[in-house]
């Protein structure tokens, strides 16, 4: 029997063989303005179809295997875009795609917390495989820390561009009446990732910074100067928005406040400052406390970082989504070698306890 190497078609770019754990791949990176026919036509030809938030190809992908049952490749989605559906068109749009989801082998989420993606979108424990996200910019943000830890801060901070809650975010910074920014990206931008540029008045402690720089650079030089770093969720949030800037915010030393939901209190426990979503009160008492309080907040800065710090960086978690991936073969009814090596304890089926950090 002829064993071959793993096929895999996929848009990381910086996946390779390096990740693959002593499995033998062939990797066939495609562009974002590959046609939709000659995407379709490359699925064909793969054994395993790894797409990161790529919403258009993934229902391409599982329209195809439909058509087609017979395709033998298997699909893992990694990092799905999921929004909580609020018009009618937006309810018919889901439930089109929960059908066509049902071709998907299996889900890779940066979230533990299933319960809104289940209900919209199907998409259970059965098929979803928790791995934690990495920091961002990591190279970058050792550099600053040898040079010293960052200093304590000059503003509370407003930060990301995600579904941000930026009206309770002003309300509670009115009522804490701490200096504060509010950080946000040009409007197309952060509407784009479904927050609103904010355009009514300010309290006199808070300052709106429209930054157009597109700088992870510019981004840390505001991060390092904060003293506290707020991530404000709304309360039907069902995907896992703001991990990517507390992981950043932690990894700087700096004491996170989030509000709670997926990717929060499913994943994290005492190494941020989980305040209740849509809750201006609570998250002013919060901030107040936290800004006075230096031991309370350079202890959740500690833990907060010695976490982000043990998730580390692109070939972590390249490593896992690749292992992870390749498990989801071994139902294939030809010969592949995937005989895949656990490389690190920190990802889990949902709904299976961990029984170590996930760090």
């Given amino acids: ?9 996929t848009n990381f770019h910086d996946l390779n063989e390096s990740h693959s754990g002593g499995v033998s791949a062939r990797f066939d990176y495609f562009a974002h303005d590959l046609s939709s026919i000659k995407f379709l036509k490359k699925c064909l030809s793969t054994d395993l179809l790894i797409l990161n938030t790529d919403p258009q190809r993934l229902m391409l992908a599982c329209a195809l295997k439909w058509l087609m049952p017979f395709a033998r490749f298997k699909i893992v989605s990694v990092d799905i875009i999921v929004r909580t559906p609020k018009s009618l068109r ?3 749009k889901t439930l089109v795609q929960k059908v066509l989801f049902r071709r998907v082998d299996r889900f890779v989420l940066y979230f533990k917390d299933l319960r809104g993606c289940e209900r919209f979108y199907g998409i259970g424990a059965d098929r979803a495989v928790f791995v934690p996200f990495k920091v961002n910019a990591l190279n970058s943000i050792k550099r600053r820390m040898k040079e010293g830890n960052p200093p304590e801060g000059e503003y509370v901070m407003c930060a990301g561009r995600t579904m941000r809650d930026v009206k309770t975010f002003v309300a509670a910074m009115r009522q804490a009446g ?7 990206q040009p409007k197309d931008m952060m509407a784009a990732h479904g927050t609103s540029t904010w355009e009514d008045d300010l309290p006199p402690n ?14 840390l030089d505001y991060v390092q100067k904060a003293r506290l770093v707020v991530i404000p969720r709304f ?3 069902i995907g896992p928005a703001g991990i990517a800037t507390y992981l950043i915010a932690m990894a700087m030393n700096k004491c996170v406040l989030v509000s709670d939901g997926p990717g929060v209190g499913d994943v994290l426990t005492d190494e941020a400052a989980i305040v209740l979503p849509e809750d201006a009160a609570h998250l002013a008492r919060q901030i107040k406390m936290l800004w006075a309080d230096d ?3 350079n202890e959740i800065a500690r833990r907060g970082r010695k976490y982000a710090n043990a998730l ?9 989504i690749l292992r992870v991936s390749c498990e989801s073969l071994a139902a294939m009814s030809y010969p592949t070698e995937v005989a895949v090596r656990q490389t690190l304890p920190i990802t889990a089926a949902m709904g299976v306890r961990q029984t170590s950090e996930d760090a």
Avoid: W
């Fill in 1 to 9: 029997m002829t064993i071959h190497p793993v096929r895999i078609l």
């Fill in 90 to 92: 937006g309810r018919l």
């Fill in 178 to 184: 701490c200096p504060g920014i509010l950080h946000q």
């Fill in 206 to 219: 808070v300052k709106l910074v429209i930054d157009d720089s597109n700088s992870h650079e510019v981004f």
């Fill in 235 to 237: 309360k039907d949030d």
């Fill in 295 to 297: 031991a309370q907040r």
């Fill in 312 to 320: 580390g960086g692109d070939d972590r978690l390249y490593r896992d």
